[in-house]
């Protein structure tokens, strides 16, 4: 199992920007899947982003679409979430999540196919 540590959270104002990042231990974390999932207060944990092992497949939730960027530093094992242009909505407590594929192109949009969570960093987004 991969351990993963996010960071980069915080409070903004709308329009702003923040840059998460997600941290895995391991030799092998360029033959994971890595998404990103977010979970509201009183709300069920959501989709946001995925991103293949090889970086080259990516999906996103229609919600972040054009204004979310997933990205990913094999050598640095660590995956990115750029959020441009944050709304109020966008508060949530945010996750990366991890799994072991054989195929450098997959990537996955349900959180049951992953593996390994992080323990989430805090996202708050002002009006």
């Known amino acids: 199992q991969v351990q993963l540590v996010e960071s980069g959270g915080g409070l903004v104002q709308a329009g702003d920007s923040l840059r998460l990042s997600c941290a895995a231990s391991g030799r092998t974390f360029s033959s994971y899947v890595m998404g990103w999932f977010r979970q509201a207060p009183g709300k069920e944990r959501e989709f946001v982003a995925t991103i293949s092992p090889s970086g080259l497949g990516t999906r996103y939730a229609d919600s972040v679409k054009g204004r979310f960027s997933v990205s990913r530093d094999n050598g640095k094992n660590t995956v990115f979430l750029q959020m441009n242009i944050l709304k109020p909505a966008a508060t949530a407590v945010y996750y990366c999540?991890?799994?072991?594929?054989?195929?450098?192109?997959?990537?996955?949009?349900?959180?049951?196919?992953?593996?390994?969570w992080g323990q989430g960093t805090q996202v708050t987004v002002s009006s």
């Open positions: 999540a991890a799994v072991l594929t054989r195929y450098s192109g997959t990537y996955f949009s349900h959180d049951f196919r992953y593996a390994s």
